[in-house]
């Protein structure tokens, strides 16, 4: 199984950015897909997810500039990130917890 990341880079503060994860090795569309970051010098953290039946789910900070969407026919799942900041600021992984992969994470860079 596995999970590549594309999508990110630099952007200015209040721009955005859509990741992309594509999935392989697993049946794509029974499994939880999870969006986590880490920010410079500091530990992994949740971002978002979303269940198999499509259901989201947000960490605060982002909730309202984040959207976690999926499409089970092209196995991807996507983070559009819009009004980004500062603080997003990090490597973005994505996961799946019920079979403990996760891709080589995607940069992302926010600066004037």
């Not at 990741?19 to 049946?27: A, E, K, Q, Y």
């Not at 979303?50 to 969407?69: A, L, N």
């Amino acid at each position: 199984a596995q999970l590549v990341e594309s999508g990110g880079g630099l952007v200015q503060p209040g721009g955005s950015l859509t990741l992309s994860c594509s999935g392989s090795g697993f049946t794509f569309s029974t499994y939880d897909m999870y969006w986590y970051r880490q920010p410079p010098g500091k530990g992994r953290e949740f971002v978002a997810c979303i269940y198999s039946f499509g259901s989201p789910r947000y960490r605060d900070s982002v909730e309202g500039r984040f959207t976690i969407s999926r499409d089970n026919g092209k196995e991807t799942v996507y983070l559009q990130m819009d009004s980004l900041k500062p603080d997003d600021t990090a490597v973005y992984y994505c996961h799946v917890f019920a079979l403990n992969i996760w891709g080589n994470g995607t940069l992302v860079t926010v600066s004037a």
